[in-house]
């Protein structure tokens, strides 16, 4: 399940080889996992996603099997509605809802939840320091954060930064290039 909030994935399945170049590199068959397997939602408001959530999407994981649910980006829709410090705690409490439905959905039926994210550069001294947008309640409501920085857009070459990785010290980084075919 791919819940697209910023209607990115759109434009791969359109114009483009990517996903399948994906699916060629993993051996997949791209017609049938196109058919069968991709569901691509994509929510114009926060009620629309959060209904989705909660009254959809749990039926789609117990009745069709959905294992991985991907939200790109998870709060996109919150900072577009809820804008301004005056909307900063319901915003925050609107985002935590669904991510705690979702969580639901890992602990009972093993789900595997990828949330992508927006960052927002936090002035310190002479040092900006990029944070994840969500703050606390994105950071106490996922199990691992990592932060993705690229020096240029031109380049397909970047680091993940471990923020919050059980097991790994803060700020263990892995290198990664994007290719025609994903990640690497």
């Not at 196109?34 to 959530?53: G, K, M, Q, S």
């Not at 959905?105 to 927002?120: C, D, E, P, R």
Request: glycine share 8%; hydrophobic share 40%.
């Amino acid at each position: 399940m791919y819940i697209d909030t910023e209607k990115t994935v759109d434009s791969y399945l359109a114009h483009g080889k990517l996903v399948e170049n994906m699916c060629g590199r993993f051996n997949v068959n791209c017609g049938e996992f196109l058919e069968r397997d991709l569901v691509v939602y994509n929510p114009a408001t926060v009620e629309e996603l959060e209904d989705f959530v909660k009254l959809k999407l749990a039926n789609q994981v117990i009745s069709d099997g959905v294992g991985v649910v991907i939200i790109d980006s998870v709060t996109a829709l919150y900072r577009a509605q809820f804008r301004g410090r005056e909307r900063f705690a319901e915003r925050q409490q609107r985002l935590h809802y669904v991510l705690d439905w979702i969580r639901r959905l890992t602990i009972k039926f093993g789900v595997l939840a990828i949330y992508t994210n927006q960052v927002m550069t936090m002035p310190s001294g002479y040092v900006e320091i990029k944070l994840p947008v969500g703050g606390n309640v994105l950071a106490h409501t996922v199990n691992s954060r990592w932060l993705m920085l690229r020096p240029s857009k031109a380049k397909p070459e970047g680091v993940m930064r471990a923020l919050d990785v059980p097991g790994l010290a803060p700020g263990t980084e892995v290198k990664y290039t994007i290719a025609d075919d994903g990640l690497h």
